[in-house]
């Protein structure tokens, strides 16, 4: 069965440019997230999606970034203007079922985003 | 402010001994509490859990245990193989109305085991 999907894998941008980094969850998952590595934060939740609703974005740390799903096979993670401190690696992990009520999450391999 | 941390960043352990990775919280509403295992270039994997009201879980050679009182969870490998080197991240799990709550992740301890 196929994973989480995202792309690309790896983004090198301008500083000013708009980034759109793609998810596709696993088939028949409900839950969507978007979380953020970094070495000083480690794993950053930014937003995540419940049956294509957003329930929580507190974490998406300004107006730059915004995210969308809309459909249940789609997500999107946008930043506007990407700034290098927006260098990092954005993960995508879904879930559903029982395996969302013991916070099991499977994730993609990742899109690693470089701002310059 | 780190809601789960774990203050070891790194860890070297012989091939054959116990490694126990270590994780702290400080929001006693936490209901379940996992382990992540993640290699280069590939996102995090799930790796054992276990809910707030029991204090051990076991799964192999891996073991969770949980300490309420300390707000205080290990994760025991036992025993340590090559390719148990990797990134563990610890990660607990708030409660909501949802039914699919997020969870909180520290930052992470890079585990080496020495052949």
């Known amino acids: 069965d196929a994973g989480v999907i995202q792309s690309p894998r790896h983004e090198v941008t301008e500083m000013g440019q708009e980034v759109t980094l793609r998810c596709k969850p696993i088939s028949g998952h409900n839950s969507l997230f978007w979380y953020r590595q970094t070495m000083m934060r480690g794993l950053e939740l930014l937003i995540y999606?419940?049956?294509?609703?957003?329930?929580?974005d507190s974490g998406m740390p300004e107006d730059r970034f915004s995210a969308k799903m809309p459909n249940a096979s789609f997500s999107t993670l946008k930043i506007q203007p990407s700034e290098p401190r927006d260098s990092a690696v954005y993960f995508c992990?879904?879930?559903?079922?029982?395996?969302?009520?013991?916070?099991?999450?499977?994730f993609g391999e990742g899109s690693r985003l470089t701002v310059l | 402010d780190q809601q789960v941390k774990q203050n070891s960043p790194s860890l070297s352990v012989q091939e054959g001994r116990i490694s126990i990775l270590n994780c702290d919280y400080t929001n006693s509403m936490f209901d379940y509490f996992l382990w992540y295992k993640k290699y280069p270039a590939e996102g995090p994997t799930f790796l054992i859990s276990i809910s707030s009201i029991k204090d051990k879980n076991e799964d192999g050679r891996f073991t969770v245990f949980l300490n309420k009182s300390a707000k205080h969870l290990s994760l025991h490998i036992v025993p340590s193989q090559p390719g148990d080197s990797a990134v563990y991240f610890c990660?607990?799990?708030?409660?909501?109305?949802?039914?699919?709550?997020?969870?909180?992740f520290g930052t992470g301890t890079r585990l080496t085991i020495i052949p």
């Open positions: 992990a879904s879930t559903s079922g029982l395996r969302a009520n013991t916070g099991e999450l499977f």
């Open positions: 990660a607990a799990r708030g409660s909501s109305n949802f039914g699919n709550e997020k969870l909180t």
């Open positions: 999606f419940n049956n294509n609703v957003p329930i929580d």
